[in-house]
Every structure is written in structure tokens, then in C-alpha cells.
């Protein structure tokens, strides 16, 4: 049985940390046995979750996760792929791991203090609870700073996170899925951030513009249903 050390769920999604729903979500298609376990992130190998232990072998990075899954479960959701489909998988990867996540993050944190203290420090005992709060935004922001998103006005990350949402809606198009009528592991990549930007409780820039892709929120709830029969 592996097991994968996730985020509880919070503001009403089963988790609030897009690599680890991706995660979930690419255990789940692979058929593996798994279970699910609430850990304590500051003892991560890498401070970070998701982490996967596979018996004795415990593994860091939910990218690290999929290949592992590969080599050691047989899992290639991917194997049907062609040359030039990898490149744009790997590019729209790319896009949302490396520029939306901290897009999101960021205005997560940066507008929502008392929903988010609560939403994602609710297990951490009440008095020390603003304590670690201030902790970690102040991480969050500094991380945004050097990594220069938090250095863009309100209005270009909105047209960022706008822009994003226009190349993805326009790839899927009226398919069913990324690439047609059979799921790959951007499939997983994508509902991880979307789940987050269009269905996440927290009143965000970015939320709203659910009504401006409904493609995208169909994309969504049909992904939940069919990998967590939800
Ligand atoms: N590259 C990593 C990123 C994982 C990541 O950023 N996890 C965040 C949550 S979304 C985390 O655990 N943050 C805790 C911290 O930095 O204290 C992956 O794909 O697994």
C-alpha cells in the first residue's frame, strides 16, 4: 500500500496544494492501492509536500512521484504520446508548475489572511495559530518577491492568469480532455490548478473568472467525477 503525505482539505476542496492534488490525482488513475495521510510538512525531506513512501522508499516531489510510478508500477499514462505531443505537455506543464502556481499562491496569501489562517492552520493549536501564520506568509512573500511575481501590478497578474486560462481553454477546445477522448498526466497537472483557481473557497481576482471559461469549470467537475467519483 503506498501512502502519500498531502494537505487536508480546505476551502472546500480535497486539498488546497495543486502539486498534491496532481499527485492524488495521478495515483488514483494508475490503480495502485494508496492511502491518503495528513502529515507535518516541516518534516518533509524537502519541506514540502506531496511526498510518496512506497514501503522503505520515501519519495519527494510530485514529479519525482510520477516517475517513480512509472518505473516501478507500470504506470505511463503518457505512452500513447507522440514527440510533439510530449513538447506541448511539457510546455503547458511548465506554464501553470512554474508561473500560475505562484500566481495563485500568491494572491491566496497576500488577500485572504483570516481565511486562509484558518482554511490551512486549523489544526495548529489557536494560540501559536497567528504565530505560524505570520511565519509563513512572510516565506510566501518573500518567495514571491525574488521569484518577481508579487513585483507585478493586480491588473498584469489578472491578464497573466487570463492569458494562461485562454492558451488552455483554446488547446482543449470541445474535446473531453487535453489531448482527446483519453487522459494523460497534464490532465492531472491542469485539475490540480484549476480545481484550485475556479473552485478553491477564497474571493480571489482569479476566482471569478469561472463565468469567462465555463469549458474549463465543465473540465474540471468532469475530471473530479472521473478519477474520484465525485
Ligand atoms: N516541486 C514540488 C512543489 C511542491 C510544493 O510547492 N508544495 C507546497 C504546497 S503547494 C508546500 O508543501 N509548501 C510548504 C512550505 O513551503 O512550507 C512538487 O511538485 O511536488
Not at 488513475?29 to 502529515?39: N, T
Not at 492558451?167 to 487522459?183: C, H, N, P, V
Amino acid at each position: 500500500m503506498l501512502i502519500l503525505e498531502t494537505f487536508r482539505p480546505a476551502f472546500g476542496i480535497r486539498c488546497p496544494s495543486p502539486p498534491c492534488l496532481k499527485t492524488e490525482a495521478l495515483l488514483a488513475l494508475s490503480g495502485v492501492e494508496y492511502e491518503l495521510k495528513y502529515g507535518d510538512v516541516t518534516k518533509a525531506p524537502r519541506g514540502k509536500f506531496p511526498v510518496l513512501h512506497d514501503g522503505e522508499t520515501v519519495i519527494p516531489d510530485s514529479a519525482n512521484i510520477y516517475a517513480h510510478l512509472v518505473a516501478n508500477h507500470g504506470f505511463d499514462i503518457d505512452a500513447d504520446l507522440s514527440e510533439q505531443e510530449r513538447v506541448v505537455s511539457h510546455a503547458f506543464q511548465q506554464m501553470l508548475e512554474k508561473r500560475q502556481y505562484f500566481i495563485s499562491a500568491y494572491l491566496r496569501w497576500r488577500d485572504n489572511p483570516d481565511l486562509v489562517r484558518n482554511g490551512l492552520l486549523g489544526d495548529v493549536p489557536a494560540f501559536i495559530r497567528h504565530i505560524v501564520f505570520a511565519i509563513v506568509k512572510k516565506k510566501i512573500l518573500k518567495t514571491s518577491h525574488l521569484q518577481g511575481t508579487s513585483r507585478h501590478t493586480n491588473e498584469e497578474l489578472v491578464a497573466m492568469v487570463r492569458a494562461n486560462l485562454t492558451a488552455i481553454d483554446s488547446m482543449i477546445g470541445d474535446k473531453t480532455w487535453f489531448f482527446g477522448e483519453k487522459l494523460h498526466s497534464i490532465d492531472a497537472v491542469l485539475f490540480g490548478q484549476l480545481e484550485e483557481i475556479f473552485f478553491a473557497e477564497i474571493p480571489t481576482p482569479t476566482r471569478i473568472m469561472a463565468s469567462e471559461f465555463p469549458r474549463l469549470t465543465d473540465y474540471v467537475v468532469r475530471f473530479r467525477k472521473e478519477v474520484f467519483g465525485e
